[in-house]
Structures are given as structure tokens and as C-alpha cells.
């Protein structure tokens, strides 16, 4: 007698991303719950078990969803408004709309949008830094989408969301106790970088990362500026800086890391940290390229973000997968370097293990969560294939995302979203658009 499964996917090309990388040409996967269950050749799965829901994946490809490291998805209410400047006079700009413009309702209305469109290319996790992390939690929590968010820290006259700096680290240790153990909202404590907190609220940071066993994520040297206003007033560098405070650790996430010597780089991998690359915002706003070979030889974790379509006006990982190993393989002058299977896992395996959730995302394989996509290659841009990795890696994209599975529950299906009304959801942000716009017009901007 059959085993009874939920959902049945069968005749895929399965991209495993296991430790084997298997590739099945005619692969089945089960699942059962959340969980994946069975993963194999079609005629093997299908003669195990019977599903409620099969999806034919003939002419599609299967493989575990992508892990964006680094965002500020919210943000992408403001897509296209800050263009064609530095890093620090964007800040100050971006900074000016945020304090007229978010609000619990409007990041609500942002974050609806943004894992709209991660959905829709293919992102079923993101790390998500921005003000009123609660509403971007509960709104995952509606949509299915897996998010890792949590408390943020920064020091800035008129905060959006009105939290006094003294009282940031007793409503962030609120969002610990009421997320704790949820399945698809996942705590990270979040204060935003070393030249815009100060000791004390790092340290209070640090320590409630600790006491609630949760991961640590900020911004570091993202820009020379910022390396030389940390050494103006920290005496030192923004790792060094870190490190005296005992924050670099196993459990550390380091957005950008663009201006790092050689034993910077060592101290990284010394104390296990894992750097998020954001190539595509990092060369907009020409902060420069981060030394990611040095860093992978090193043995430094390095995984793939958007940061925000505020600055880089996409969350289209596939860019950043894309444009990463094309910049260093430039820079280096070794087109050998990054190999399309090394860059695939540090948006699926690696960037999972990276950032603390290997054990349940990231591949697929039984006893995994069903964080899956199903890509169209049946699309003039997909033929021919000789190389699946080289292909996912250089042809293939937001485009071929036909369907998305995350935590075992489909949430968008032959291109069309379940748990999200896009056409409401897209009214709500054209007419926050015109208010901001607005703002722009008469002098806000």
C-alpha cells in the first residue's frame, strides 16, 4: 500500500544541492507536512506514494529556494527615489524620506511588495534589516515567505517607528519572546553598524543575541568613509572595533566588507563570521568590490544579497548571483575563479548553513523543509542546456520561476501568487507612491 503525501512533484530535473550534488534527470520529491520526505527517481517515488496535490514537472527544473543574506526589503517602497549618489549624502537623503514616510501601515504595504517580487524571482528566505520588524514578521506569517528579522539599533534624530534608543533593547528582547519558535520567522538581532550605534547599545545588542541564542547581524566597512569615522572615533577599524567587543563569532552576519586588508580577512575566518556580498548596490553607489576570493580562500563564509532596492532598485537575486563572479574573475584576471556550482550553493546550501538554518533549508533532500522552486525550461532563453549550475548561474532566472513551495505550502503556482492579492497589494503601494512622490516635488527630496 502507498504512503500518503501532500504534495508530489515528479518527472523534474532535481538540482539536489546536497552534499553529493546530486543531479536526478527524471526526479521525484515527496512531501509530507513541511517536510520533504522522499527525494529520488520518478518511477521509484511514484511507486511509494500517492499525493493529494502532484505537480508535473516535465520540462522544469527543481531545486531548493534562494537565500538572500542581505536586504532592507521594505525599502523598496522607495524604489528609484535616491539615484546616482554617494553612499553617505543617500543615507542622509534616504534617511529624510524614511522619517516622513514609514510607518507600521506603509512597511506593511513594503513588505507585502517585497516578498511579492522574492516570491515571484524565486527568494524563499531573506535576513531583512528595517524599522517595525514585528509588522514585516507578521506579514511573512501571511504570506508564507521565510524570514530571518528582528530588532534594529540606530541612531538617528526622529526614528520612524518612535522607539527611544534607551528603550530599543527592552522592546527588542519583546519581538525574541513573541517570535520564539514561530516556523516561518526566524530572530536575528540587528543593530545597524558601528558608526551609528554606539558601545553600549552594541554590547546590549550582542548580549540579548546571546541570551536568546539568536544570530548577530550589522553593517562593516562598507565604504572608506565609514572605515575612517569608526578609526576617527574608535581608534580603530570597524572589524578590529567589533572584535574588542567580542562580537565577531560563528553566529556574526557582516553586511558588504568591501574595505578589508589581508588580516582583517584572516580575523574573519579566525572567528567564523559570515560576510553577506551585495555586489550590485556596493557598485551602484560605487563603494567599491569586495574582496570576496580573498576572503573564500581565506576559509571567510561569504554569501549573496540584494541590500535594498532603495539602492540597488531590485531584489532579483539572480542579478547579484550573476554580477559576483563576473567582478572578481575580472579583478583578478582568472576567468577559473568562482565556479558556477560554488556560486549556486551560496544562495542555496551554503548561504543556509551560513546563517544558521542548514539543518532545515537549503537543499533537497528528506528531512529538509519544502523550500522549493520549479523553473520553466521550456523558454527560448533555457535552450540548449549542457551545464544545469552554469545555466542556473548565467541564463536562467526571475523569468523561469513558474512555482514556489515554501514550508511545504505552495505559495505561487504556474506564476500566479496563493497568498498574496497582487492587484490590491499593488494599488496600495501606486497610491503610497503618489504621496511620496509628492514629497519628492515639493522639495522633500
Not at 537623503?93 to 515571484?120: C, D, H, P, Y
Amino acid at each position: 500500500m502507498n504512503r500518503r503525501a501532500d504534495i508530489l512533484i515528479r518527472h523534474g530535473l532535481v538540482v539536489t544541492m546536497n552534499k553529493r550534488m546530486n543531479v536526478l534527470r527524471d526526479g521525484a520529491v515527496a512531501i509530507q507536512g513541511i517536510d520533504i520526505v522522499a527525494v529520488g527517481p520518478s518511477a521509484e517515488i511514484e511507486s511509494q506514494f500517492e499525493a493529494d496535490t502532484v505537480l508535473d514537472a516535465r520540462d522544469q527544473l527543481v531545486m531548493p529556494g534562494l537565500v538572500n543574506a542581505h536586504t532592507h526589503s521594505p525599502a523598496v517602497i522607495f524604489r528609484g527615489l535616491t539615484e546616482d549618489m554617494r553612499l553617505e549624502p543617500w543615507l542622509q537623503k534616504s534617511w529624510r524620506f524614511e522619517s516622513k514616510f514609514v510607518s507600521a501601515q506603509n512597511v506593511r504595504t513594503g513588505a507585502q511588495l517585497a516578498q511579492a517580487e522574492m516570491i515571484r524571482s524565486g527568494t524563499t528566505t531573506a535576513l531583512d534589516m528595517y524599522w517595525f520588524p514585528e509588522v514585516m514578521a507578521r506579514v511573512a506569517q501571511q504570506t508564507g515567505f521565510r524570514l530571518m528579522t528582528g530588532p534594529i539599533w540606530l541612531d538617528i534624530p526622529g526614528a520612524p517607528d518612535g522607539v527611544p534608543m534607551n528603550e530599543r533593547t527592552a522592546r527588542g528582547r519583546e519581538f525574541l519572546q513573541e517570535f520564539r519558535g514561530d516556523p516561518l520567522v526566524v530572530s536575528v538581532v540587528q543593530p545597524h553598524s558601528t558608526y551609528t550605534v554606539s558601545k553600549q547599545l552594541l554590547q546590549e545588542a550582542w548580549a540579548l543575541a546571546n541570551e536568546f541564542g539568536v544570530w548577530f547581524n550589522t553593517h562593516c566597512s562598507e565604504t572608506t568613509a565609514e572605515v575612517e569615522l569608526v578609526k576617527q572615533n574608535a581608534g580603530t577599524s570597524p572589524p578590529r572595533y567589533l572584535d574588542s567587543l567580542r562580537i565577531l563569532s560563528s553566529h556574526t552576519v557582516l553586511a558588504h566588507c568591501i574595505h578589508l586588508p589581508q588580516d582583517e580577512i584572516d580575523l574573519f575566518a579566525e572567528r567564523g563570521v559570515t560576510v553577506a556580498h551585495c555586489p550590485i548596490s556596493n557598485c551602484k553607489l560605487a563603494a567599491g568590490i569586495a574582496p570576496v576570493v580573498p576572503m573564500q580562500r581565506a576559509g571567510v563564509h561569504v554569501t549573496l544579497g540584494t541590500d535594498s532596492a532603495q539602492s540597488s532598485n531590485d531584489l532579483n537575486l539572480w542579478n547579484d548571483m550573476r554580477l559576483a563572479p563576473i567582478l572578481q574573475k575580472t579583478m583578478q584576471g582568472d576567468p577559473t575563479l568562482m565556479p558556477a556550482p560554488e556560486v549556486v550553493k551560496m544562495v542555496t546550501s551554503d548561504a543556509a548553513r551560513h546563517i544558521g538554518l542548514g539543518s532545515k533549508i537549503g537543499s533537497v533532500e528528506r528531512g529538509k523543509r519544502a523550500d522549493l522552486l520549479l523553473l520553466d525550461l521550456s523558454m527560448i532563453h533555457a535552450q540548449p542546456l549542457y551545464d544545469v549550475y552554469a545555466q542556473l548561474l548565467y541564463a536562467l532566472g526571475r523569468d523561469n520561476v513558474a512555482t514556489v513551495l515554501i514550508n511545504g505550502r505552495i505559495v505561487m503556482r504556474d506564476r500566479q501568487l496563493q497568498t498574496i492579492d497582487e492587484s490590491e497589494m499593488i494599488g496600495q503601494v501606486r497610491e503610497l507612491a503618489d504621496k511620496v512622490a509628492a514629497e519628492a516635488r515639493g522639495g522633500g527630496g
